[in-house]
Structures are given as structure tokens and as C-alpha cells.
């Protein structure tokens, strides 16, 4: 079943323990969480202090997104402040074998993400290891962009890479997830939706977060039912 994942970066930070409350109210099943640190990405936003406060702040699982040019010092840090999901960029690791082994090691579940540019095919061999990948349907840097259409391309592929290697890893998507964007993006496979400003921008996260969870369950099912009567049509 699709899940929503809030992304606190569009959050009211003054108020932001309860701005999570109200959207794990509203359906939100993990709390995502953007890492920037003004080199990989041009922007520069929190750290393992936020993630500690956070952590006494919701049971939710913290996916933490490293946008980073050197996450394997920080991974560490992460882990000690409550993490329980680290994503990585594969173009920021030069070891990414290594640098997933770490984030095991630490007990989270790792992650990787894909920039715009990056192809799904890349990162086949290390897909057994992965707890998500995480495809970025906008740049990295900046909340409130718009979806690039493309995106709904690599999620198809890493759904068939997926079947065809039998494994089980779910797929997650960032940036522009909004009422306009999620009926597609769920019906092109992807199960976590992360979304900052469909949630928080408009000042009440709990009936946005609600609203933007119902728009794609409904697009869930009304996938399901076209394929289960594309099967039997074949049957037929």
C-alpha cells in the first residue's frame, strides 16, 4: 500500500513538533527528513541536533535524506541521534558498497537515491542491499519545484528491474508529489510519497496530508482494478 512520508523541510520549524504531529495524524507513516549541506547541493539546512529533537518528538520512523558530499562522516552521527532510514546520493559515493555496508552496521536501513540525470540500470548490483531507492523527480536543493515528467520513466524501469531480479525493495519518490502529480506517480509503481509543501504549505498539515494520502489511494485502486481486468481480459 502507498505510504505518505512528510518532508519537514516545508515545515513551520518554530512549531515543528507539532507540525509532525499533525501529519502523522493525517496519514503520515515516516517523517522525512532533507540533509543539505551547501556542497553537494546548493542549500544548507539541518544536521544530527534536529534529528535528536525530532526523535522525542514522534515513534515514526526518521528517513533521512543525506544530500552530501561526504556522508560516510556523518553516518555515525546520524545512527547515535535516532535515524532509523539513511539514503544516500550514488553520485556523492564513490564506495557505495562500502558506504551502504556502514549504514547496515549501524542498524538503519539504507537507501539510494538517483539524481535526474542518473540512469536506474547504474546501480543493479547493489540493489540487494537496499531497503529503498529513492528516484528525485526535481534537482536536489530546493522545495516547492515542479515534477520533471521523466522521472515517471524510471520508475517504471525500477519496477520491472525489481520483478525481474525478485527482490523486494521499495520505491520512493521526491519532489513535486502533489494533487496534480500523485496519481500518476503511484500508478507508475512508486510506494513512498515524500511531500514537503502539499502538506505543509497551505498551514494545516493534518487535512493536507489526509487529502493528499486519499488522492493517491485512489489512484492505488483504480490501478488495481485495471489491471486485474487487463488479466482477465487475457484470460478470456
Avoid at 45 to 62: D, I, N, W, Y
Avoid at 64 to 85: E, T, V
Avoid at 144 to 154: A, H, R
Wanted: aromatic content about 4%.
Amino acid at each position: 500500500m502507498v505510504e505518505l512520508l512528510p518532508s519537514i523541510l516545508s515545515a513551520d520549524f518554530s512549531r515543528l513538533a507539532d507540525e509532525v504531529a499533525a501529519a502523522e495524524r493525517g496519514g503520515g507513516t515516516a517523517i522525512h527528513v532533507d540533509v543539505m549541506d551547501g556542497h553537494f547541493v546548493p542549500n544548507l539546512t539541518l544536521g544530527p541536533p534536529v534529528v535528536k529533537s525530532l526523535r522525542k518528538a514522534t515513534k515514526l520512523p526518521l528517513d533521512c535524506h543525506l544530500m552530501m558530499a561526504n556522508p560516510n562522516d556523518f553516518i555515525a552521527a546520524f545512527a547515535d541521534a535516532g535515524a532509523d532510514w539513511v539514503s544516500v546520493h550514488y553520485e556523492a559515493c564513490p564506495h557505495l558498497h562500502r558506504t551502504l555496508e556502514l549504514i547496515l552496521s549501524r542498524g538503519m536501513r539504507p537507501g539510494v537515491v538517483l539524481n535526474p540525470a542518473t540512469r536506474v540500470d547504474l546501480m543493479v548490483e547493489i540493489l540487494p542491499m537496499v531497503h529503498h531507492v529513492l528516484i528525485m523527480s526535481v534537482n536536489p536543493g530546493f522545495g516547492g519545484q515542479e515534477f520533471i515528467p521523466f522521472s515517471l520513466g524510471k520508475i517504471h524501469r525500477l519496477v520491472h528491474m525489481r520483478r525481474e531480479l525478485g527482490l523486494q525493495f521499495k520505491i520512493e519518490v521526491d519532489g513535486g508529489v502533489a494533487h496534480d502529480t500523485v496519481a500518476a506517480i503511484v500508478q507508475a509503481g512508486a510506494e513512498l510519497l515524500v511531500a514537503g509543501n502539499a502538506v505543509f504549505g497551505g498551514g494545516n498539515p493534518e487535512r493536507d496530508a489526509s487529502a493528499l494520502l486519499a488522492a493517491a489511494r485512489q489512484a492505488e485502486d483504480l490501478d488495481s482494478a485495471s489491471r486485474m481486468a487487463d488479466e482477465k481480459s487475457k484470460i478470456h
